[in-house]
Structure formats: structure tokens, C-alpha cells
């Protein structure tokens, strides 16, 4: 068994934005095939904000605006909110904690096994942001 950690390194342009990086895990995952080929095992991408979310969906442009819009209709930005007394950002805190901070992919023959309208996302929450930090632990042989 080989376990092997990788960080990626993310910027983020607005307050809410969903981020596609599956590209970026699958760079991370060819780049570990070519020194330790890794046939099946799993990827854990974590992000290490607490206003910041991984989630695997579907890239529609139209999906992921439906999904803001509903996000924004369940945690509205202001409600006077204990936290907004200290920081000014719980809005994002409480929606971070409602979607999650990791997601667990499965690798099949060196790749990932998404479905076929699955990607990953960084999901912003507080942004605009430089230098987010996401996880990577393959696990496998």
C-alpha cells in the first residue's frame, strides 16, 4: 500500500465561486503514476478553510447557479448571527458546515472513477482569497 500527499494551491476572484478542479486532481494523480503507478485505491481532497467547501456535482453553468441561489436561499448573508460580531463572515461558516469540507473519490485502473456528468469542486465561500489550500491523500497500490 502507498499513501502519498499533495497540496494545490487556489485563488479565489469573488465571495461565491464554485471552482472546478478535477483537472488538477487528475494532473496530481498522472503525475504519481509516473513514478509510483497507483492502479486502484481512493483520493480524500480536503479543504483546510472553514469557509470553503469540496462537493462532487455536475458542471452545468445553469446547475451550479441554481445551486448558489438555493444556498443563498437557505443561509441568508445576514441574520444577526452570533459570529458576525466577531468576524463578519458566518454566513459562510454555517454554509461551509452544511456542505463539507472533503470528498472521498475512488481510483480504478490510474484513474479517477467519477460518473460520467461528475466533477470535483472548490467551493468559495468567503472570498475573494489567495493561497487556499486543498489536500490530497491517494491511498492505494
Same mark, same amino acid.
Given at each position: 500500500?502507498?499513501?502519498?500527499?499533495?497540496?494545490?494551491?487556489?485563488?479565489?476572484?469573488?465571495?461565491?465561486? =464554485?471552482?472546478?478542479?478535477?483537472?488538477?486532481?487528475?494532473?496530481?494523480?498522472?503525475?504519481? +503514476?509516473?513514478?509510483?503507478?497507483?492502479? +486502484?485505491? =481512493?483520493?480524500?481532497? !480536503? %479543504?483546510?478553510?472553514? %469557509?470553503?467547501?469540496?462537493?462532487?456535482?455536475?458542471?452545468?453553468?445553469?446547475?451550479?447557479?441554481?445551486?448558489?441561489?438555493?444556498?443563498?436561499? =437557505?443561509?441568508?448573508? %445576514?441574520? +444577526?448571527?452570533?459570529?458576525?460580531?466577531?468576524?463578519?463572515?458566518?454566513?459562510?461558516?454555517?454554509?461551509?458546515?452544511?456542505?463539507?469540507?472533503?470528498?472521498?473519490?475512488?481510483?480504478?485502473?490510474?484513474?479517477?472513477?467519477?460518473?460520467?456528468?461528475?466533477? =470535483?469542486?472548490?467551493?468559495?465561500?468567503?472570498?475573494?482569497?489567495?493561497?487556499? %489550500?486543498?489536500?490530497?491523500? !491517494?491511498?492505494?497500490?
Amino acid at each position: 500500500m502507498v499513501i502519498i500527499s499533495k497540496s494545490l494551491k487556489i485563488s479565489s476572484s469573488s465571495n461565491f465561486q =464554485i471552482m472546478d478542479i478535477t483537472r488538477d486532481v487528475v494532473a496530481v494523480l498522472n503525475e504519481i +503514476n509516473k513514478e509510483n503507478k497507483m492502479d +486502484n485505491g =481512493i483520493v480524500n481532497i !480536503f %479543504t483546510k478553510h472553514s %469557509t470553503s467547501a469540496i462537493r462532487v456535482n455536475e458542471n452545468e453553468k445553469g446547475l451550479l447557479l441554481d445551486f448558489e441561489e438555493a444556498l443563498k436561499d =437557505i443561509v441568508k448573508e %445576514t441574520d +444577526n448571527y452570533k459570529h458576525d460580531f466577531i468576524d463578519n463572515n458566518a454566513a459562510s461558516h454555517i454554509r461551509a458546515f452544511l456542505l463539507g469540507s472533503s470528498e472521498t473519490i475512488p481510483i480504478v485502473d490510474g484513474r479517477l472513477d467519477l460518473g460520467t456528468w461528475q466533477s =470535483i469542486f472548490f467551493v468559495e465561500l468567503d472570498g475573494p482569497r489567495s493561497n487556499r %489550500t486543498v489536500e490530497l491523500t !491517494f491511498i492505494g497500490e
